[in-house]
């Protein structure tokens, strides 16, 4: 018997976006995995519509919108309750390859260090193309509060086939194994949305598990390839969250290294890409109050350890 694997798909008035994902997943190769959809308070009719295509599929209602992070542990635990021994995070605006759960489960399976394990990703359309990267791995410096997805916006020439350990794995397609999140706790529900897959990965790595990046493990994100990408409330979370980061996981030197580094480029990057490339004052204010929120207050360490 191959490891069960509990795939957990987060909805929010994603109705179209979700159906597709549950599509594509019903062409899966994997012979032990289970879906649970987990709807974050969709107000679009997504439940019955869900209900009705897919009879089959474990639907959980959470009344209300609790963020990405706060949605998930939802699955995870339920997912947990299942005994299974993996847990997958996917996106409802993804569509994944037939055998990515399998390339996926196999390089786990291979060293039980392995907490986190994360696919190719493509842009879902990049001016109609299907080969063009969206995230091959991902690298994150703490010191300069930035992070990387290596290959994004390249044609994949197969110059990333190689299985590989990385920083943290994206939590558009994030396969965590149970043993792990039994020892290090869910995702951090305070950061709602917005690196708490980086926090959850370096929580991970302080308990000795690796993340692994598995190119043949496949998946296509309906992220934009050129535009702005987030809603204006999104960029307070982007910019409180790093904060929050920062403080609960970087030493005195990597904190010193972050100030002068966000503080003096990275933060003034994005203020500068939303007023002259999005024409948006009002995303470069709330994402300055993000961060202003982040120093004052602190996130809860305590309630990212709890299963």
Same mark, same amino acid.
């Given at each position: 018997?191959?490891?069960?694997?509990?795939?957990?798909?987060?909805?929010?008035?994603?109705?179209?976006?979700?159906?597709?994902?549950?599509?594509?997943?019903?062409?899966?190769?994997?012979?032990?995995?289970?879906?649970?959809?987990?709807?974050?308070?969709?107000?679009?009719?997504?439940?019955?519509?869900?209900?009705?295509?897919?009879?089959?599929?474990?639907?959980?209602?959470?009344?209300?919108?609790?963020?990405?992070?706060?949605?998930?542990?939802?699955?995870?635990?339920?997912?947990?309750?299942?005994?299974?021994?993996?847990?997958?995070?996917?996106?409802?605006?993804?569509? @994944?390859?037939?055998?990515?759960?399998?390339?996926?489960?196999?390089?786990?399976?291979?060293?039980?260090?392995?907490?986190?394990?994360?696919?190719?990703?493509?842009?879902?359309?990049?001016?109609?193309?299907?080969?063009?990267?969206?995230?091959?791995?991902?690298?994150?410096?703490?010191?300069?509060?930035?992070?990387?997805?290596?290959?994004?916006?390249?044609?994949?020439?197969?110059?990333?086939?190689?299985?590989?350990?990385?920083?943290?794995?994206?939590?558009?397609?994030?396969?965590?194994?149970?043993?792990?999140?039994?020892?290090?706790? @869910?995702?951090?529900?305070?950061?709602?949305?917005?690196?708490?897959?980086?926090?959850?990965?370096?929580?991970?790595?302080?308990?000795?598990?690796?993340?692994?990046?598995?190119?043949?493990?496949?998946?296509?994100?309906?992220?934009?390839?050129?535009?702005?990408?987030?809603?204006?409330?999104?960029?307070?979370?982007?910019?409180?969250?790093?904060?929050?980061?920062?403080?609960?996981?970087?030493?005195?030197?990597?904190?010193?290294?972050?100030?002068?580094?966000?503080?003096?480029?990275?933060?003034?990057?994005?203020?500068?890409?939303? @007023?002259?490339?999005?024409?948006?004052?009002?995303?470069?204010?709330?994402?300055?109050?993000?961060?202003?929120?982040?120093?004052?207050?602190?996130?809860?360490?305590?309630?990212?350890?709890?299963?």
């Amino acid at each position: 018997m191959k490891p069960s694997v509990i795939v957990v798909i987060l909805n929010w008035n994603g109705k179209q976006d979700a159906i597709e994902c549950l599509e594509s997943l019903e062409r899966v190769t994997y012979p032990n995995y289970d879906i649970v959809l987990v709807d974050n308070g969709s107000t679009d009719g997504s439940v019955s519509s869900f209900r009705q295509r897919f009879p089959r599929i474990a639907i959980l209602e959470t009344g209300t919108n609790l963020g990405f992070a706060g949605g998930n542990n939802v699955g995870i635990r339920w997912g947990l309750e299942k005994g299974a021994d993996y847990i997958l995070l996917l996106n409802n605006d993804t569509a @994944v390859q037939a055998d990515f759960l399998d390339e996926l489960v196999s390089v786990a399976q291979s060293d039980r260090s392995i907490g986190f394990a994360g696919p190719k990703i493509y842009y879902y359309d990049y001016n109609g193309r299907k080969d063009v990267l969206a995230c091959a791995g991902a690298e994150f410096k703490i010191w300069k509060g930035r992070l990387v997805h290596v290959g994004a916006g390249t044609v994949d020439h197969g110059q990333y086939d190689v299985v590989r350990e990385v920083d943290y794995v994206e939590g558009s397609c994030l396969l965590a194994r149970t043993e792990m999140i039994n020892s290090v706790g @869910v995702l951090n529900p305070d950061y709602f949305l917005y690196w708490e897959d980086t926090d959850w990965c370096i929580r991970g790595a302080r308990a000795g598990y690796k993340a692994v990046y598995v190119p043949a493990a496949r998946v296509w994100h309906k992220v934009p390839a050129r535009t702005q990408g987030k809603s204006i409330k999104a960029y307070y979370y982007f910019g409180r969250n790093i904060i929050w980061l920062v403080r609960q996981h970087a030493s005195g030197r990597q904190r010193l290294h972050f100030a002068v580094s966000f503080f003096f480029i990275e933060m003034w990057r994005t203020v500068l890409v939303s @007023v002259v490339l999005h024409r948006s004052i009002a995303e470069a204010r709330t994402y300055v109050s993000g961060i202003i929120n982040g120093l004052r207050k602190p996130s809860h360490k305590a309630k990212n350890q709890q299963v």
